[in-house]
C-alpha cells in the first residue's frame, strides 16, 4: 500500500476535514492511536494469521499491530510503546517483512516472544488453546467477508472465532473435545461443508445462514445490539481488516460498493442507530445513498494520525490488510433489435474469474426520444469467461426508420439476492432477422450413490440445429433450496442428440428423502451468446447404485455358483 506523508500541525487536519465534509453533509473522522498494555505485532501474508492474531489480541484486551507492507513496517517502528514488550507473530513461510524481529530490536523494542504460523488454520486453533472461551463462531476461511461480519461480536460476546472445513474439521472437532473445554455456545455462520456441519451438530449449534452476506450480516448485528446497544455503526465492505472493524467498540454493517442492499436501508430505519462511520474512501458514494434514504449522520475514516516529535502529527492512509477476493467484471457488449421476434438482444459479458448474478434495465431511445424501458425480472447468471445474452420483448416497428438506443443498467453480484455492483452503458442497436430454431428436452435426472454425483440427461429435440445450452437443477439440502449447476468452459455446452451432464454432489439419505422430484431449470438457444428460449420442468430423481447393470447380473450369478457349491459340498 502507498504511503503519503504529510507535515502539519495537530489539529489542522481535523478542523479542516470537518470544514469541507460538512458542506457535503458528512463528516470526517481521524483515528487516533489505541491505548492498551501488551503490544502485539504480526507479520504475515497469510490474511488468517492477520485475522487470527488480531483477534487474540482484542480477546485479551491487547493492542495489536499488522504489517501490510515492507515500508508501512518501518512506520510501525515509530508509534509502538517502547517501555512495553512485543509478541510477534509471524508466518514461517510469508512474512511481509523480512528480518523483522531484529528490525525490531535494533529500533529499541524488547521482543519478549515470537510466535511462528506454519499457516492459519493451524495458528488460528494454537491461538484459541490460549483463550479461555465458552462462546465460539465457526467459519469457512473461503468467505472472508463472513470473518470480517462476526468479528465485533466476536469481541463483544468473549468468542473465539474458529475456521473449519472438511480438511480440518477432526482438528477443530479434537480442539473443541479436549479434556476440561466447555463448549457453552455455538454458532455457525455463513456457507460451510456438509462435513462441518456434521461433525458440530452434537453442540446443537446456532445456524446463521441466508444464502446472502447482507442478510447474515444483518443477523449478527442483531446479536451485537442485545448484547451492547448502539447508537453508532461501523460501514464496511467486508473486503479488509482494519483495526475499528475489529475492535468490537461497535457493531458492523455491510454496504456493497456501488449499491446499498434494500435490506440494509430498511434495517437501519428500523434501528436506533443514528451516526456511521464509513471505514476508508471506496464507500463514500454507497454511503451517501444511505443518508439520503434514512438521515443517518455519515462520518468518514479515511486517515490516522501518528504523532511525531516537535509536537506535530502525520496524516496517513488507514492501516488494512485487504482479504482475497475474486474480482467481478461485468460488462455490456452489444445490442440488436430483432424484428423477426419484436425482441431487444443484449450482450452481457463476464470477463472474471468467476460466476457472477446479474439484473439489467434496459432503456430504449429512438432519436433521443425514450420509448420505452424493459428489463428482467429476474437475475440471471453468467458463467467466468464467457458471454450472455438477454432478450426482452419489446414492439419498436413504429421507430425501426430511426436510430434506436439502448441505455443499460447492469447490477450485478456474487449471489442472487446481493447485486451490489453496477455499470452502465449506452449502445446503438443494430437491426437483425432471426428466429430461433432449438429444441431440447430433459429426459431424466439421477443420483448415482456410488460416484455422488447429479446426472442430467438431455435430448436434442431439434438434432439439424445447433444447440447451445445452460442447466441447474433446484433441490432442497437440509431444508434449503440448493442449485446444482452444470458448467462446461470454455464457453457454453453445445447439446448433440442424447447429452449426459455430470456434477459432484453428495445426498444423505434425509436429503434423497426431501427430493422425491426436483427442479430443472434451463436456457438455450441457437446461438452460443443467446440462449433465449427456457424450460422449467419437474422432474423424478431417480436414484441408482450406480454399477452397470452387466456388473450387477455377473455378481448374482457368481454368487449363485457359490451357493450351489456350498450346497454340493455339505450333501457330501
Not at 451485537?224 to 455503526?233: A, H, K, R
Not at 452503458?425 to 432477422?433: P, R
Request: proline share 3%; net charge negative; aromatic share 8%.
Amino acid at each position: 500500500m502507498e504511503l503519503r506523508r504529510k507535515r502539519v500541525r495537530r489539529k489542522l487536519p481535523i478542523f479542516v476535514l470537518i470544514s469541507i465534509s460538512l458542506m457535503l453533509g458528512l463528516g470526517t473522522v481521524v483515528s487516533a492511536q489505541p491505548v492498551g498494555s501488551e503490544q502485539i505485532v504480526i507479520n504475515s501474508a497469510d490474511w488468517i494469521d492477520v485475522y487470527s492474531a488480531t483477534c487474540y489480541a482484542n480477546l485479551n484486551g491487547q493492542d495489536s499491530k499488522f504489517v501490510n507492507s515492507p515500508a508501512q513496517g518501518k512506520i510501525l517502528s515509530s508509534v509502538l510503546d517502547r517501555s512495553k514488550p512485543v509478541h510477534l507473530i509471524q508466518s514461517g513461510k510469508e512474512p511481509i517483512s523480512a528480518g523483522y524481529r531484529s528490525y525490531l530490536e535494533g529500533e529499541g523494542y524488547t521482543v519478549s516472544n515470537v510466535t511462528t504460523s506454519d499457516s492459519g488454520k493451524k495458528l488460528n486453533i494454537e491461538l484459541a488453546e490460549k483463550i479461555n472461551a465458552t462462546k465460539f463462531i465457526i467459519l469457512d476461511d473461503s468467505y472472508g467477508y463472513n470473518a470480517i461480519s462476526v468479528a465485533a461480536y466476536s469481541v463483544a460476546s468473549t468468542s473465539c472465532v474458529l475456521f473449519a472445513d472438511s480438511e480440518n474439521i477432526d482438528d477443530v472437532y479434537d480442539f473443541l473435545t479436549a479434556r476440561g473445554r466447555t463448549v457453552e455456545e455455538m454458532i455457525i455462520y455463513g456457507h460451510v461443508d456438509r462435513a462441518v456441519r456434521e461433525r458440530l451438530s452434537e453442540f446443537n449449534p446456532e445456524i446463521i445462514d441466508h444464502g446472502d452476506r447482507f442478510e447474515d450480516n444483518l443477523a449478527i448485528v442483531d446479536k451485537f445490539v442485545l448484547l451492547n446497544p448502539s447508537t453508532q455503526v461501523a460501514l464496511t465492505n467486508g473486503e479488509f481488516i482494519e483495526e475499528g472493524i475489529m475492535s468490537g467498540r461497535e457493531p458492523v454493517i455491510f454496504l456493497g460498493r456501488d449499491v446499498v442492499p434494500a435490506e440494509v436501508v430498511e434495517y437501519v430505519k428500523g434501528s436506533d442507530f443514528k451516526t456511521s462511520v464509513v471505514i476508508g474512501n471506496e464507500l463514500i458514494d454507497a454511503a451517501r445513498r444511505l443518508k439520503d434514504q434514512t438521515d443517518i449522520s455519515i462520518f468518514i475514516k479515511f486517515g490516522q494520525g501518528r504523532s511525531t516529535e516537535g509536537g506535530f502529527a502525520l496524516v496517513e492512509t488507514l492501516d488494512m490488510f485487504y482479504l482475497p477476493r475474486y474480482e467481478l467484471s461485468l460488462d455490456v457488449v452489444s445490442g440488436n433489435y430483432n424484428l423477426k421476434t419484436k425482441t431487444v438482444e443484449i450482450i452481457y459479458e463476464n470477463a472474471g474469474e468467476t460466476g457472477a448474478f446479474a439484473k439489467a434495465t434496459v432503456s430504449i431511445f429512438a432519436a433521443n426520444e425514450s420509448v420505452m424501458t424493459v428489463g428482467d425480472e429476474e437475475p440471471f447468471f453468467i458463467t467466468a469467461k464467457t458471454n450472455f445474452g438477454g432478450v426482452y420483448k419489446a414492439d419498436l416497428t413504429e421507430w425501426v426508420d430511426k436510430e434506436l438506443r439502448a441505455h443499460v443498467y447492469l447490477e450485478y453480484g456474487e449471489s442472487r439476492k446481493s447485486l451490489t455492483e453496477v455499470t452502465e452503458k449506452d449502445i446503438i442497436a443494430g437491426l437483425v432477422e432471426f428466429e430461433d430454431r432449438s429444441g431440447l428436452n430433459v429426459t431424466g435426472v439421477k443420483y448415482d450413490k456410488r460416484l455422488e454425483r447429479l446426472v442430467l440427461c438431455l435430448k436434442n429435440a431439434a438434432p439439424d440445429v445447433a444447440c447451445y445450452a445452460e442447466a441447474e437443477v433446484e433441490l432442497k439440502i437440509e431444508g434449503e433450496s440448493a442449485y446444482v449447476r452444470f458448467e462446461s468452459s470454455p464457453g457454453p455446452m453445445e447439446i448433440k442428440d442424447e447429452t449426459i451432464l455430470y456434477e459432484r454432489i453428495k445426498l444423505t439419505p434425509a436429503d434423497l428423502a426431501e427430493n422425491p422430484t426436483v427442479k430443472v431449470h434451463l436456457r438455450y438457444g441457437e446461438r452460443p451468446d443467446l440462449r433465449i428460449k427456457s424450460v422449467d420442468a419437474e422432474r423424478p430423481l431417480e436414484v441408482v447404485s450406480g454399477y452397470p447393470t452387466g456388473v450387477i447380473a455377473a455378481v448374482a450369478v457368481l454368487a449363485a455358483v457359490v451357493m450351489i457349491v456350498l450346497l454340493w459340498r455339505r450333501r457330501r
